[in-house]
């Protein structure tokens, strides 16, 4: 679970978004995270905190001299022993007082008592003039100044009608963005292209020769790239996953189609893995319609030809970035892995322990470089794909 044993005090400010507030808080509890609500008087308007209770279970905090908390400040001890503040909406006014280190009611004074050190994310969610007044964005800054993380606002339809900056960003949203707050920044300002997926390789208009890839080790890695505070862009094959939150996803079907986007972007970037399962032939004599069955010994003759291998000529670049190979072998892994490495021309090359990870949530992988190899023990693809971003990290 990405949010196990994390505390966070989901401190609520008024405003219609906040009944998103109610799927946001079941997220960050079923992603493990043990929350403690705190509302203001004017949220309590939009949603009732016995809502919150029931969706946190636990008690909400709404007032500054609640007597249910043993020493009378629960300014203080529901800052104390927690992983994270997150002010989900944050109202015009919040962010104001936010600034000026107001501490008028609980939720802005337990603010200001935080200890240094306590990260505070804020999603703001106003009206797009709200958003855009010079003294929110005045406030905005001061914020940014501060070291307080402002999650979105993000452009589209308002609940007034207006079109523009302000909406919340979207519970699953959130959620990533406090997910990607307990990461490293470790791949800060570093660009990422990765490929995911199988390939598809057409025999006629709705037929084609695919794999049992299903993407999930390419997505993962993705995301934790992201997470890490890359800029990723992720050439996919089809696949039946949601794109990773923040990630840049461009579509395509055959292996020559995404050997040619992923030259088309790996100028300027500093990591690329690959991780698709790619079609290592296609048809040659490729049928423009749809093939007929016309007798009973009629079977059609598929010629193949090779299909470029995109690691390999991404390695073989000038200005090449550092290049991440996988291999899927069915036996002799330790062999054919370093074997594979030196061939493909890569510093490091990831090997699938057991050929049979298609489609599955978990994976043991052993690490190819230069210096030997190493072992990540079998673990939720997620928890690898976070443990590999940090190899990677650690080599460039
Ligand atoms: N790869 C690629 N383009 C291809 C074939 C493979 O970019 N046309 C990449 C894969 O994404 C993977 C690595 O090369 O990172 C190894 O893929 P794999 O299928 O294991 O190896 P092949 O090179 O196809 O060799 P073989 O099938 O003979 O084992």
């Given at each position: 679970?990405?949010?196990?044993?994390?505390?966070?005090?989901?401190?609520?400010?008024?405003?219609?978004?906040?009944?998103?507030?109610?799927?946001f808080t079941r997220l960050l509890?079923?992603?493990?995270?043990?929350?403690?609500?705190?509302?203001?008087?004017?949220?309590?308007?939009?949603?009732?905190?016995?809502?919150?209770?029931?969706?946190?279970?636990?008690?909400?905090?709404?007032?500054?001299?609640?007597?249910?908390?043993?020493?009378?400040?629960?300014?203080?001890?529901?800052?104390?022993?927690?992983?994270?503040?997150?002010?989900?909406?944050?109202?015009?006014?919040?962010?104001?007082?936010?600034a000026h280190g107001a501490c008028?009611?609980?939720?802005?004074?337990?603010?200001?008592?935080?200890?240094?050190?306590?990260?505070?994310?804020?999603?703001?969610?106003?009206?797009?003039?709200?958003?855009?007044?010079?003294?929110?964005?005045?406030?905005?800054?001061?914020?940014?100044?501060?070291?307080?993380a402002i999650l979105g606002p993000?452009?589209?339809?308002?609940?007034?009608?207006?079109?523009?900056?302000?909406?919340?960003?979207?519970?699953?949203?959130?959620?990533?963005?406090?997910?990607?707050?307990?990461?490293?920044?470790?791949?800060?300002?570093?660009?990422?292209?990765?490929?995911?997926?199988?390939?598809?390789?057409?025999?006629?208009?709705?037929?084609?020769?695919?794999?049992?890839?299903?993407?999930?080790?390419?997505?993962?890695?993705?995301?934790?790239?992201?997470?890490?505070?890359?800029?990723?862009?992720?050439?996919?094959?089809?696949?039946?996953?949601?794109?990773?939150?923040?990630?840049?996803?461009?579509?395509?079907?055959?292996?020559?189609?995404?050997?040619?986007?992923?030259?088309?972007?790996?100028?300027?970037?500093?990591?690329?893995?690959?991780?698709?399962?790619?079609?290592?032939?296609?048809?040659?004599?490729?049928?423009?319609?749809?093939?007929?069955?016309?007798?009973?010994?009629?079977?059609?003759?598929?010629?193949?030809?090779?299909?470029?291998?995109?690691?390999?000529?991404?390695?073989?670049?000038?200005?090449?970035?550092?290049?991440?190979?996988?291999?899927?072998?069915?036996?002799?892994?330790?062999?054919?892995?370093?074997?594979?490495?030196?061939?493909?021309?890569?510093?490091?090359?990831?090997?699938?322990?057991?050929?049979?990870?298609?489609?599955?949530?978990?994976?043991?992988?052993?690490?190819?470089?230069?210096?030997?190899?190493?072992?990540?023990?079998?673990?939720?693809?997620?928890?690898?794909?976070?443990?590999?971003?940090?190899?990677?990290?650690?080599?460039?």
């Amino acid at each position: 679970m990405d949010l196990a044993g994390k505390r966070i005090v989901l401190g609520m400010t008024g405003g219609i978004a906040c009944y998103k507030i109610a799927e946001f808080t079941r997220l960050l509890t079923k992603a493990g995270a043990s929350v403690q609500v705190v509302m203001t008087q004017a949220a309590t308007k939009f949603i009732t905190p016995v809502t919150m209770q029931a969706l946190s279970g636990h008690p909400v905090y709404t007032d500054q001299w609640d007597a249910r908390i043993d020493n009378n400040m629960p300014h203080i001890d529901l800052s104390r022993e927690v992983d994270a503040i997150v002010i989900a909406p944050c109202s015009a006014d919040f962010m104001f007082k936010l600034a000026h280190g107001a501490c008028d009611d609980l939720l802005s004074t337990l603010c200001v008592a935080r200890p240094m050190t306590l990260p505070l994310l804020v999603a703001p969610a106003m009206n797009v003039e709200m958003w855009q007044n010079a003294a929110t964005q005045r406030n905005a800054a001061q914020l940014r100044t501060d070291g307080i993380a402002i999650l979105g606002p993000d452009a589209g339809e308002q609940a007034c009608g207006e079109i523009g900056m302000g909406r919340m960003l979207e519970p699953e949203q959130l959620l990533e963005e406090v997910i990607a707050s307990f990461h490293r920044k470790i791949l800060a300002g570093k660009r990422v292209l990765l490929t995911a997926g199988p390939t598809f390789e057409p025999i006629d208009p709705v037929r084609g020769i695919t794999n049992l890839s299903s993407g999930k080790m390419g997505y993962a890695i993705a995301r934790a790239a992201r997470e890490a505070g890359a800029e990723v862009t992720l050439v996919s094959g089809p696949t039946a996953l949601t794109t990773p939150y923040g990630v840049h996803r461009i579509n395509v079907q055959t292996a020559q189609q995404m050997h040619d986007v992923v030259l088309s972007h790996v100028d300027g970037q500093d990591v690329f893995v690959a991780v698709a399962a790619v079609a290592d032939w296609r048809v040659k004599n490729a049928s423009k319609q749809k093939l007929k069955k016309t007798g009973e010994h009629d079977i059609p003759h598929l010629e193949f030809e090779q299909n470029p291998d995109i690691l390999a000529s991404v390695a073989a670049l000038p200005a090449k970035p550092y290049c991440v190979g996988f291999a899927a072998e069915s036996e002799n892994l330790l062999r054919y892995g370093e074997e594979k490495r030196q061939k493909k021309g890569v510093p490091l090359l990831v090997g699938n322990i057991g050929h049979q990870t298609f489609g599955k949530d978990e994976n043991e992988l052993v690490l190819f470089d230069d210096k030997g190899n190493k072992r990540l023990p079998r673990a939720d693809k997620q928890d690898l794909a976070r443990q590999l971003i940090a190899e990677i990290a650690a080599r460039i």
